[in-house]
C-alpha cells in the first residue's frame, strides 16, 4: 500500500469494503488482496484463467525440441537473465541447445547484452509472432522457462502446461500451479542454485469456455 498514492489507495479500500465479491486468479493473489484490502477477505472468489482451444489442441503435438523457450513481456521483473542462465548451464551439460525469448519490453536489450556478454549465440529473440507459429514453438518445446517472481498468474505458463510442455519457474509462481515435479538429473543443480521449481504438465487447466460459464456462476450468480 505504501507505493499507492493515498487518494487511490482510499477509493480501492472502499470499492473494497463495499463490493459483495471479489475475483481472484489464484490463492497467491487473494493473499495479497486480503494483505493489501482487509475489507476483502472472506470476499474474494479464486478463479484461474482459462486458455484457448487452440493451446488444447496442441497438446502432444510432436517431435519435441532440445530448445528452451520464453515468451512474453520483457520487463526487469521478469528477472531473464536467471532465464539465460538456466540455459547456458543447460547448453553445458548437454540437456538444452539454445533459449528463445519472444516478446518485446524495456528491458530487452539489456537481457541482449547480458546474453551476449556471457553466452555469445545461445539466446534468441524476436519480437511478437504469429499465433500459429507461436503455439507451434511453445508446443515443441523441450520446456518453458519463467522466473518472475511478481505475478498473481501467467498466461505464457499456463499455455505451456496445456499444451504438455513442463515449466521451469519462480517459487512464486509454483504456488500458482501446483504440478511440482521431480527435476531431471541434468537440471537440478541449476534449478537448485538458480531458485526455480520444475512444474510437469499435469495441473487442470480449463478452457475459457468454461472460465467464463464459471465466472458467471460464481461472481454473477448467472
Keep these: 500500500m505504501s507505493r499507492w498514492p493515498r487518494a487511490l489507495a482510499s477509493l480501492a479500500e472502499r470499492l473494497a469494503e463495499g463490493a459483495d465479491v471479489g475475483h481472484a486468479v489464484s490463492d497467491l493473489e487473494a493473499r495479497r488482496l486480503e494483505r493489501h484490502f482487509p475489507q476483502a477477505d472472506g470476499k474474494i472468489a479464486v478463479l484461474p484463467n482459462g486458455v484457448c482451444g487452440d493451446?488444447?489442441?496442441?497438446?502432444?503435438?510432436?517431435?519435441?525440441?532440445?530448445?528452451?523457450?520464453?515468451?512474453?513481456?520483457?520487463?526487469?521483473?521478469?528477472?531473464?537473465?536467471?532465464?539465460?542462465?538456466?540455459?547456458?548451464?543447460?547448453?553445458?551439460?548437454?540437456?538444452?541447445?539454445?533459449?528463445?525469448?519472444?516478446?518485446?519490453?524495456?528491458?530487452?536489450?539489456?537481457?541482449?547484452?547480458?546474453?551476449?556478454?556471457?553466452?555469445?549465440?545461445?539466446?534468441?529473440?524476436?519480437?511478437?509472432?504469429?499465433?500459429?507459429?507461436?503455439?507451434?514453438?511453445?508446443?515443441?518445446?523441450?520446456?518453458?522457462?519463467?522466473?518472475?517472481?511478481?505475478?498473481?498468474?501467467?498466461?505464457?505458463?499456463?499455455?505451456?502446461?496445456?499444451?504438455?510442455?513442463?515449466?521451469?519457474?519462480?517459487?512464486a509462481l509454483a504456488e500458482v500451479f501446483p504440478c511440482r515435479a521431480e527435476a531431471p538429473d541434468t537440471w537440478r543443480r541449476a534449478l537448485e542454485r538458480l531458485g526455480l521449481v520444475y512444474l510437469a504438465p499435469r495441473c487442470e487447466i480449463k478452457a475459457w469456455e468454461e472460465v467464463v460459464d464459471e465466472l458467471a456462476r460464481r461472481i454473477y450468480g448467472l
Excluded: Q
Design 55 to 171: 493451446v488444447l489442441a496442441a497438446r502432444g503435438r510432436g517431435p519435441r525440441g532440445d530448445y528452451l523457450i520464453y515468451a512474453g513481456r520483457i520487463e526487469r521483473y521478469k528477472r531473464l537473465e536467471t532465464a539465460v542462465e538456466l540455459a547456458a548451464e543447460l547448453a553445458r551439460g548437454g540437456a538444452a541447445s539454445r533459449l528463445l525469448i519472444v516478446g518485446g519490453g524495456p528491458h530487452a536489450e539489456r537481457v541482449r547484452r547480458y546474453a551476449e556478454r556471457g553466452t555469445p549465440g545461445l539466446v534468441e529473440f524476436s519480437g511478437p509472432l504469429p499465433r500459429e507459429e507461436y503455439i507451434d514453438l511453445l508446443s515443441r518445446a523441450l520446456a518453458t522457462v519463467n522466473p518472475s517472481e511478481d505475478e498473481a498468474y501467467s498466461i505464457f505458463t499456463a499455455e505451456a502446461l496445456a499444451a504438455g510442455v513442463p515449466a521451469a519457474v519462480s517459487r
